[in-house]
């Protein structure tokens, strides 16, 4: 069984936080002060023109943040010693998206009053937190479910400004189908509880919260791994207990609705050609979310300059959607994409 490593000490990230004045919405809407928190492990360096050529922006998925990449499947995989991403050797950078972790987000005070932010406007700030630091060129950009939809989005924002990409369990169209189906399901749950009260509630709306974390649950579930885990029900619906459980006690309702409403402008399909960096663009066959047998991946990957695109087949021991995190299972990919983007 493919698994990282779990006895080796957490990553030392370092926190950061970035102010940015007067930050504009493709809303319309403004901040006067956005606040995005970000993470770094390593130090950067500079090549013989004094660029700073080492750095790797990592990008966490739709309810996450940076800290999230401190997992043992990721980073005891990446960032330990002689890792693909050794951070002796790599300047790490993983943000807390706008709306999410300890960056600006509904839930600190303007609750549905905060500017209605997309993919776009968070792709701005993760570029913001780059350029603060000086880097002028990514060594790679890389994220997983959401931080996939972002790199192609960074990628095709600032062509000249990464050397490789890799996005991890996402489309690179728009969203349509069960993918739009099972979001929208979500915030309506939220939405039609009555305790919600249009964002202004005291004390979190569970009953539409529990409709919506349901919904995340599924979507994230590989059937294979789950039957041989679980294969009575007694066995199910204790795990599933713990699991709502655990989610409901730090779910926040405004902030969800907020992350999920965020995709509803994605699409980069039209500009696929502007990608000028190698890509190596992973998903797997057992993700509910990005389904394979639609074949969207394969066709868009050709549009790409220097493009290549894996399919994680289906196993006992693979997880689903979250399958992105565990980097076993696409750590190769990843070393002949460092390979022949440069070494």
């Not at 930050?23 to 901040?31: A, K, V």
């Not at 690179?172 to 939405?191: C, P, Q, V």
Request: glycine share 10%.
């Amino acid at each position: 069984m493919l698994a990282a490593t779990h006895g080796s000490a957490e990553p030392a990230f370092q926190p950061h936080d970035l102010l940015i004045k007067d930050f504009h919405f493709r809303s319309g809407e403004t901040l006067p002060e956005l606040k995005l928190h970000y993470w770094t492990l390593g130090q950067p360096k500079k090549d013989a023109a004094g660029h700073v050529s080492n750095a790797v922006l990592i990008l966490h998925g739709t309810g996450g943040s940076g800290r999230q990449f401190a997992a043992p499947q990721f980073a005891d995989v990446l960032f330990a010693p002689g890792g693909l991403l050794d951070p002796a050797r790599y300047f790490l950078i993983m943000p807390d998206d706008i709306g999410h972790g300890a960056s600006s987000k509904p839930s600190d005070g303007l609750h549905m009053r905060f500017p209605k932010y997309d993919y776009a406007d968070m792709v701005e700030g993760e570029h913001a937190v780059v350029v603060s630091l000086g880097i002028q060129q990514l060594r790679l950009v890389m994220g997983t479910s959401m931080g996939c939809m972002h790199s192609f989005l960074y990628a095709e924002a600032y062509p000249d400004g990464v050397r490789a990409a890799m996005p991890l369990a996402c489309q690179a169209r728009a969203l349509g189908g069960r993918n739009r189906l099972w979001r929208e399901m979500a915030l309506a749950s939220i939405k039609a509880d009555p305790a919600w009260l249009g964002g202004e509630y005291q004390t979190q709306p569970q009953l539409g919260l529990r409709g919506a974390e349901d919904l995340l649950i599924l979507a994230g579930q590989s059937a294979w791994p789950m039957q041989i885990a679980m294969p009575r029900g007694e066995q199910v619906n204790s795990w599933y207990a713990g699991q709502i459980a655990a989610r409901l006690k730090t779910a926040e309702a405004n902030d969800l609705i907020y992350q999920i409403e965020a995709s509803r402008t994605y699409d980069p399909s039209p500009d696929l050609e502007k990608i000028k960096a190698p890509l190596t663009w992973v998903n797997s066959c057992d993700d509910f979310i990005n389904p394979p047998e639609l074949g969207l991946a394969q066709t868009d990957v050709k549009r790409t300059k220097r493009g290549r695109f894996v399919l994680i087949p289906c196993r006992p021991d693979t997880h689903g959607h979250g399958t992105h995190t565990w980097a076993a299972f696409w750590k190769t990919d990843l070393a002949d994409l460092l390979k022949r983007s440069g070494g």
